[in-house]
């Protein structure tokens, strides 16, 4: 008998990050164990003295999977979860649709940036209606085939041009037929034109940014003529809510307006949008992978503590940040003790079931490679309406933990799930890669 190669030991705190005297955590991240147990077996496990704990206790903690008589046992039991948590995610999938790479911003950071070098052609193109049309007649054969459209998102570029409205209207409308989870990002310039289209289609989910208050956010979310977009954003920001428009706003966060992006909640209290059911807004690290040569990065773990630093509870800090709410929201549904944690093997849709497709009828399978011809993984074909996939798309599906020889033997793997492959790409120069990044601190800390 030994201790589990997946076991993580945690001192156990209460909600004011102090320690708890007397008690520790175990966590099995392969099983989903989670047992309270008194310090002193904490310690003897840490030190892998099991004759230390009693031998009732030694046989609770086997059973609950703590501890192992077969630790190759173990690594079997995790390639069949997630092969099984696989073939269940496989039954369903999302499309992302660019109507247009045109934009009518010129924001630093932006994946585009390094495309508008060649000049600028290629944004004006947007998508035809006879390769609407072919992208939801290939979706229709996905159903036909058992697969479940989760959800249809518009994408860019900027999707909101006031200028092609009359092409997200027939957009929109085949995408209605397929799912009920309609959603757009969008930087919210011209939302104001869009407000009776997306309430007629119901959609779920409006994921606008801002990058901190006015002076910084005009600075980084630059409008291509140069005017400033702070007031005209929290203006429609504002609109969408009053008409009962789910908005999610996410406030791009860098060292360089660490400030500012938290002093924004003042902000939102004077403009009544928090409390409204409509209203949500959250902080996300900014990466530096579009900036050649400078560094704009700044990490999820350091984005927390500047919120506690500056008055949110630990609650509102863990809800607000972006990496942390993710595993916070299942942590929490775990220790309502309702459900377990699923064993999940792919970090994000781009492994599972996503086809980016951009207006040519490309297809990608992470929207962080969309415009890099090289990353993509088929087209759409017109004459057909069918998708043709190439070989890279098999790869993309097979970047789980399971097949990550790091990342099967970690007790952070259905946690952390191999970490997001966009990073990967530009930190390491391979997506099939893992990426930790913060996420075994992240979870430690929740």
């Not at 031998?55 to 997630?82: P, S, V, W, Y």
């Not at 085949?174 to 997306?198: F, H, M, P, R, W």
């Amino acid at each position: 008998m030994e201790i589990s190669r997946y076991e993580i030991i945690l001192p156990l705190c209460d909600k004011n990050r102090e320690t708890i005297k007397g008690k520790g955590l175990l966590v099995n991240g392969l099983y989903g164990a989670f047992d309270v147990v008194s310090r002193e077996t904490a310690e003897a496990l840490k030190k892998g003295d099991l004759e230390a704990v009693p031998g009732e206790e030694r046989e609770r903690l086997l059973r609950r999977g703590h501890l192992t008589e077969d630790r190759e046992r173990e690594k079997e039991d995790l390639k069949m979860l997630a092969r099984v948590e696989r073939q269940i995610s496989r039954s369903g999938a999302g499309l992302v649709l660019l109507p247009t790479y045109d934009c009518n911003f010129r924001c630093p950071y932006c994946f585009e940036k390094h495309r508008l070098s060649s000049g600028d052609e290629w944004l004006k193109k947007t998508m035809s209606r006879e390769m609407v049309d072919a992208i939801f007649q290939g979706a229709g054969k996905l159903i036909q085939r058992g697969v479940r459209i989760e959800n249809v998102t518009l994408y860019g570029g900027e999707p909101l041009l006031k200028k092609n409205i009359g092409l997200i209207r027939y957009i929109t409308e085949k995408a209605a037929g397929i799912s009920k989870n309609l959603s757009v990002i969008t930087n919210g310039y011209e939302l104001d034109s869009y407000i009776e289209l997306l309430k007629e289609f119901s959609f779920k989910h409006i994921q606008i940014t801002l990058d901190g208050e006015r002076e910084v956010n005009d600075r980084r979310r630059v409008h291509k003529d140069g005017i400033g977009s702070y007031d005209r954003i929290l203006r429609n920001v504002e609109l969408a809510v009053q008409n009962g428009l789910p908005v999610a706003l996410r406030i791009n966060t860098g060292p360089e307006n660490i400030d500012t992006a938290a002093s924004l909640k003042k902000v939102f209290e004077e403009k009544g949008l928090i409390g409204s059911e409509h209203f949500s807004y959250y902080f996300k690290a900014t990466f530096g992978e579009y900036y050649p040569g400078k560094d704009y990065g700044i990490n999820d773990v350091q984005i927390f503590e500047m919120l506690l630093d500056r008055g949110y509870s630990f609650e509102e800090a863990v809800k607000l940040e972006n990496a942390y709410g993710g595993i916070g929201g299942e942590l929490a549904e775990l220790f309502k003790k309702e459900e377990y944690m699923r064993p999940v093997a792919s970090y994000c849709g781009a492994e599972s079931g996503m086809y980016v497709i951009d207006p040519e009828g490309t297809i990608f399978s992470c929207w962080d490679f969309v415009a890099m011809k090289d990353m993509a993984v088929g087209k759409v074909d017109v004459e057909t309406g069918k998708y043709l996939f190439g070989l890279p798309l098999a790869q993309w599906r097979t970047r789980t933990v399971q097949l990550m020889p790091k990342c099967s033997e970690c007790p952070y793997c259905f946690a952390c799930r191999g970490g997001c492959a966009g990073k990967a790409y530009f930190e390491k120069g391979d997506y099939m890669t893992e990426l930790c990044g913060e996420s075994k601190k992240i979870f430690d800390d929740i």
